[in-house]
T-cell receptor
Framework: QQQVKQSPQSLIVQKGGISIINCAYE??????FPWYQQFPGKGPALLIA?????SEKKEGRFTISFNKSAKQFSLHIMDSQPGDSATYFC???????????FGEGTQLTVNP | KAGVTQTPRYLIKTRGQQVTLSCSPI?????VSWYQQTPGQGLQFLFE???????NKGNFPGRFSGRQFSNSRSEMNVSTLELGDSALYLC??????????????FGNGTRLTVT
């Protein structure tokens, strides 16, 4: 019940295209859903986060869509750039805590 | 503001040995968490400290332990190393341990190789 399922495992997109990564969770106690971006040799960096009282959050080219009833959330990267090539992790944490449960990760490659 | 600093960056140890990893959080951050990252298991929570007290612990054996000092710096220790302990160990800090209003900021990790 603590798992977060992420798909796809890998994604190849052309420059300028839209990258979409999906996550699903089981535990309804989760109330914070961040996305992290990780480059090789670096730690994960917070990209954008959402709470379940909001259905969508946009920051620049990055948008989180959240569907509370389906227990799913997704990351959309608009106008994808080669510099966006990285591994993306969705995560979730329970109310009142900062312990993150991570998805399996998606390796995104944006071809020039 | 300096980010989360982890030392050393790389470590090679032999089975049966023990190892201590160090983490300096972002200035002003009082909560420190540790995660293990492996290709097979992904990112897994080890434990979290706030005000020198362990607030939360993941599903790892007792060989994995940690502590936090009064200046919020943290160390984690792994005793009796096994080959399966080879991983990237990530430290993350946040202002508090209540999560939603205090996002985690990760360091670049310590790469531990057990031979």
């Amino acid at each position: 019940q603590q798992q977060v399922k992420q798909s796809p495992q890998s994604l190849i997109v052309q420059k300028g295209g839209i990258s979409i990564i999906n996550c699903a969770y089981e535990n309804t106690a989760f109330d914070y859903f961040p996305w992290y971006q990780q480059f090789p040799g670096k730690g994960p960096a917070l990209l954008i986060a959402i709470r379940p009282d909001v259905s969508e959050k946009k920051e620049g080219r990055f948008t989180i869509s959240f569907n509370k009833s389906a227990k799913q959330f997704s990351l959309h990267i608009m106008d994808s750039q080669p510099g966006d090539s990285a591994t993306y992790f969705c995560a979730a944490s329970r109310k009142g805590g900062s312990r993150l449960t991570f998805g399996e990760g998606t390796q995104l490659t944006v071809n020039p | 503001k300096a980010g989360v600093t982890q030392t050393p960056r790389y470590l090679i140890k032999t089975r049966g040995q023990q190892v201590t990893l160090s983490c300096s959080p972002i200035s002003g951050h009082r909560s420190v968490s540790w995660y293990q990252q492996t290709p097979g298991q992904g990112l897994q929570f080890l434990f979290e400290y706030f005000s020198e007290t362990q607030r939360n612990k993941g599903n790892f054996p007792g060989r994995f332990s940690g502590r936090q000092f009064s200046n919020s710096r943290s160390e984690m220790n792994v005793s009796t190393l096994e080959l399966g302990d080879s991983a990237l160990y990530l430290c993350a800090s946040s202002l508090s341990w209540t999560g939603t209003s205090s996002p985690l900021h990760f360091g670049n990790g310590t790469r531990l190789t057990v031979t």
